[in-house]
């Protein structure tokens, strides 16, 4: 069985990076910039005033109490057509560009107006309550790097440095099918040995989340001709992911059908609790992800391939959010496989956040995964370890996030 670290460099190491587009700045709130983005101006363009005042020669003002004539005023967007000589002052308001001449801003609090006189009550430096040209950025600087995820500063810093359409990763399309007799669609009401497929919404917005455009294909029955009708469909995509069919069970045709289709499995079996009979392959440039069909085996196994996978084809760093808490339990040595343990918050009575993992771990409890906050991860052969030793945890949370 192959150890998962090694199963995710595989993974990795097949998936190529989706072309970009361009789109509109607005519609790039949470799409990944593919490449680095520069200022197309200076911001400010022009040294402008911090304050609302006067813009005066700041050696007028060497001693409080100078009195300067008021030659003009100069708001916010507008320049000032002149020049400020020895003894005048110009009106101006934040945001607006010093006058030529002008060094500094007497604040309207520290001045006197009388008519078009203005008397300081202060002394002031060269350079007071003035934003040189470039205080936030020069033009040329590069603000955004390519692969940086698009927040909400990030567009408006992209908005301030001058573009208005940005070049974003495509969103990577891919193809999710579920497969088994037993399944019935959301919805439906299901026979008496049949279960609502929970894999099919769960896997989509995964996808979502992860910055994906899923494309849910619906469930496969275990037939052959079935599998290859539904998969027909995935043509155009990045990637194709399916859930269940892949143990070894008489029911379980996904190798063999696909195999017979042209894929090329790279690996099948990997060392993982849960999540163990995991497949990866490729339909010629396609990568294909077999997940296992046990609803906590196929969202753990999206978590750590399938958002790794993902997270790649966009440009982004693909390790997963792992953190470390101490444990509320005490935790048995673990056997060969790597484990990834439901858990959740709990406060010590020093209040100290501890995690305790699921009393069961069964891999078709989805319940306990939906209300799980974290998942602990364990290496093979972890020994046995006491209650308030340090382990890893990944926050779900957070692993649900790009
Ligand atoms: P399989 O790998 O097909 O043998 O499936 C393993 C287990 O997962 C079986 O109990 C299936 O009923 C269950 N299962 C498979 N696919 C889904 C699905 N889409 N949603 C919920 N449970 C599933
Ligand atoms: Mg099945």
Request: glycine share 10%; charged share 25%; hydrophobic share 45%.
């Given at each position: 069985?192959?150890?998962v670290?090694?199963?995710?460099?595989r993974?990795?190491?097949?998936?190529k990076p989706v072309?970009?587009?361009w789109?509109?700045?607005?519609?790039?709130?949470?799409?990944?910039?593919?490449?680095?983005?520069r200022?197309?101006r200076?911001q400010p363009?022009l040294?402008?005033?911090?304050?609302?005042?006067y813009?005066?020669?700041?050696?007028?003002?060497?001693?409080?109490?100078?009195a300067l004539?008021?030659?003009g005023?100069?708001?916010?967007?507008?320049?000032?057509?002149?020049?400020?000589g020895?003894?005048?002052?110009?009106?101006?308001?934040t945001?607006?560009?010093?006058?030529?001449?002008?060094?500094?801003?007497?604040?309207?609090?520290?001045?006197?107006?009388?008519?078009?006189i203005?008397r300081?009550?202060?002394a002031?430096?060269?350079g007071?309550?003035?934003r040189?040209?470039?205080?936030?950025?020069?033009a040329?600087?590069?603000?955004?790097a390519?692969?940086?995820?698009?927040?909400?500063?990030?567009?408006g810093l992209?908005?301030a440095?001058?573009?208005a359409?940005?070049?974003?990763?495509r969103?990577?399309?891919?193809?999710?099918?579920?497969t088994?007799d037993?399944l019935?669609?959301?919805?439906?009401t299901?026979?008496?040995a049949g279960?609502?497929?929970?894999?099919?919404?769960?896997?989509?917005?995964?996808?979502?989340?992860?910055?994906?455009?899923?494309?849910?294909?619906?469930?496969?029955?275990?037939?052959?001709?079935?599998?290859?009708r539904a998969l027909?469909?995935?043509?155009?995509?990045?990637?194709?992911?399916?859930?269940?069919?892949?143990?070894?069970?008489?029911?379980?045709?996904?190798?063999?059908?696909?195999?017979?289709?042209?894929?090329?499995?790279?690996?099948?079996?990997?060392?993982?609790?849960?999540?163990k009979?995991?497949?990866?392959?490729?339909?010629?440039?396609?990568?294909?992800?077999?997940?296992?069909?046990?609803?906590?085996?196929?969202?753990?196994?999206?978590?750590?391939?399938?958002?790794?996978?993902?997270?790649?084809?966009l440009?982004?760093?693909t390790?997963?959010p792992?953190?470390?808490a101490?444990?509320?339990?005490?935790?048995?040595?673990?056997?060969?496989?790597?484990?990834?343990?439901?858990?959740?918050?709990?406060r010590?009575?020093?209040?100290?956040?501890?995690?305790?993992p699921?009393?069961r771990?069964d891999?078709?409890?989805?319940?306990t995964f939906?209300?799980?906050?974290?998942?602990?991860?364990?290496?093979?052969?972890?020994?046995a370890?006491?209650?308030g030793?340090e382990?890893?945890?990944i926050?779900?949370?957070?692993?649900l996030?790009?």
């Amino acid at each position: 069985m192959l150890p998962v670290a090694e199963a995710r460099a595989r993974i990795l190491e097949a998936v190529k990076p989706v072309p970009y587009e361009w789109v509109a700045l607005p519609a790039a709130h949470g799409r990944v910039l593919a490449r680095d983005l520069r200022a197309r101006r200076s911001q400010p363009p022009l040294p402008v005033s911090a304050m609302d005042g006067y813009a005066v020669r700041s050696e007028d003002l060497r001693e409080p109490g100078a009195a300067l004539r008021v030659i003009g005023e100069v708001p916010a967007g507008r320049v000032f057509e002149g020049r400020l000589g020895p003894g005048e002052a110009v009106r101006i308001f934040t945001g607006a560009p010093l006058p030529e001449g002008a060094d500094a801003i007497l604040v309207q609090e520290r001045a006197e107006r009388s008519d078009d006189i203005v008397r300081a009550l202060v002394a002031l430096p060269p350079g007071k309550f003035v934003r040189p040209a470039g205080l936030d950025f020069e033009a040329g600087w590069k603000g955004l790097a390519g692969g940086h995820l698009l927040d909400a500063r990030a567009l408006g810093l992209a908005a301030a440095m001058g573009h208005a359409w940005l070049p974003v990763r495509r969103r990577p399309r891919v193809a999710i099918l579920a497969t088994g007799d037993e399944l019935v669609w959301p919805g439906e009401t299901p026979g008496p040995a049949g279960i609502v497929s929970s894999n099919n919404p769960t896997l989509t917005a995964m996808v979502v989340g992860w910055g994906g455009a899923p494309l849910d294909l619906g469930i496969a029955r275990d037939r052959p001709e079935d599998l290859m009708r539904a998969l027909d469909q995935a043509r155009d995509t990045d990637f194709v992911i399916t859930s269940g069919g892949a143990s070894v069970g008489a029911y379980d045709l996904v190798q063999e059908t696909l195999t017979a289709r042209g894929l090329e499995v790279a690996f099948w079996k990997i060392a993982m609790r849960p999540g163990k009979p995991l497949m990866f392959g490729r339909f010629g440039e396609i990568p294909f992800l077999g997940l296992p069909g046990n609803p906590v085996s196929a969202a753990v196994c999206a978590i750590v391939f399938l958002r790794a996978a993902l997270l790649r084809s966009l440009g982004r760093p693909t390790d997963l959010p792992i953190g470390r808490a101490r444990l509320a339990v005490s935790l048995d040595a673990n056997d060969e496989r790597e484990d990834y343990m439901r858990g959740r918050w709990k406060r010590s009575p020093e209040g100290e956040l501890l995690v305790e993992p699921a009393s069961r771990q069964d891999s078709s409890m989805f319940a306990t995964f939906a209300h799980a906050d974290l998942l602990i991860r364990r290496p093979p052969h972890d020994p046995a370890r006491p209650a308030g030793e340090e382990v890893e945890i990944i926050e779900i949370a957070r692993a649900l996030a790009v």
